[in-house]
């Protein structure tokens, strides 16, 4: 399959979905053909194929009808696994708790739909001492998020992980919400900022959902916050950024 979509790409690209298997594997190749190109994925079947395949040709269908709508460019020879960079141990060592370095500033990004492929671009230009916390809400389920923060890592210098459960926040790292749970900053009593991670219901039928994380941004005016959206569909993020605009936040930018 990723043989067949790497020559599609190359030779005469045309949206692609892929179906995709719930598994550690099938979730690292999934994330691998978003990167050479491919539009979306739908998650193959599980348990009795009658249960669930009424839902799949929803998602199918919804997903097919949106890819018509998108004209691919040829994959950028950088992304070709051959070429991703190689990078060692990060100049940032990760925090496991207590104090960390102090940030100004927090950046939180939003994507869905065409997401990774965009991040491929975008994160790994920062470099490894960049002064801010970069926080990421992809539109993805579970195994798939992990694949993607260990891609990410590999291309990158700033040490980009999924995020845990009360993690301190801190400059020079990345953080990908992981699938099927929303992630929140929060200010513990000794002022050092930690994420958290809930269930919450899903906001516009996602969860990681973006107006999440932007709303829980909305209590820390003594941080400069920027605000991004980037490739997708629906509206998920559109409220949570006005909302950090309203309250002065220093860049709300969209693709």
């Not at 990167?35 to 997903?63: H, M, N, T, W, Y």
């Not at 097919?64 to 940032?92: D, N, Q």
């Not at 900053?185 to 269930?199: A, K, P």
Request: net charge neutral; glycine share 10%.
């Amino acid at each position: 399959g990723l043989q067949a979509l790497r020559s599609i790409m190359r030779e005469h690209p045309v949206p692609v979905v892929m179906l995709s298997s719930l598994t550690e594997e099938g979730a690292k190749e999934t994330i691998e053909a978003l990167a050479l190109g491919a539009i979306d994925f739908v998650q193959k079947p599980s348990g009795p194929i009658s249960l669930d395949i009424r839902k799949v040709g929803e998602q199918l269908r919804e997903k097919l009808h949106m890819a018509v709508r998108i004209k691919p460019k040829p994959i950028p020879a950088w992304i070709e696994p051959a070429a991703l960079p190689r990078i060692g141990k990060k100049a940032v060592p990760v925090p496991s708790g207590g104090r960390t370095e102090p940030f100004k500033h927090i950046i939180a990004i939003g994507t869905s739909t065409g997401g990774p492929r965009a991040l491929q671009q975008v994160i790994p230009r920062f470099p490894a001492h960049f002064p801010a916390p970069i926080l990421v809400v992809q539109h993805m389920p579970p195994h798939f998020t992990k694949s993607l923060a260990a891609r990410l890592d590999m291309m990158s210098e700033l040490k980009v992980s999924e995020a845990e459960q009360d993690g301190v926040i801190a400059p020079g790292h990345a953080y990908i919400a992981p699938g099927g749970w929303h992630m929140t900053v929060h200010c513990d009593e000794s002022g050092i900022y930690r994420i958290r991670l809930n269930q919450d219901a899903p906001g516009h039928g996602h969860r990681p959902a973006v107006d999440v994380l932007f709303e829980s941004l909305l209590p820390f005016r003594s941080l400069v916050r920027h605000a991004v959206l980037m490739t997708g569909m629906g509206s998920d993020g559109a409220l949570g950024m006005k909302a950090l605009h309203a309250d002065g936040a220093e860049s709300t930018i969209a693709e």
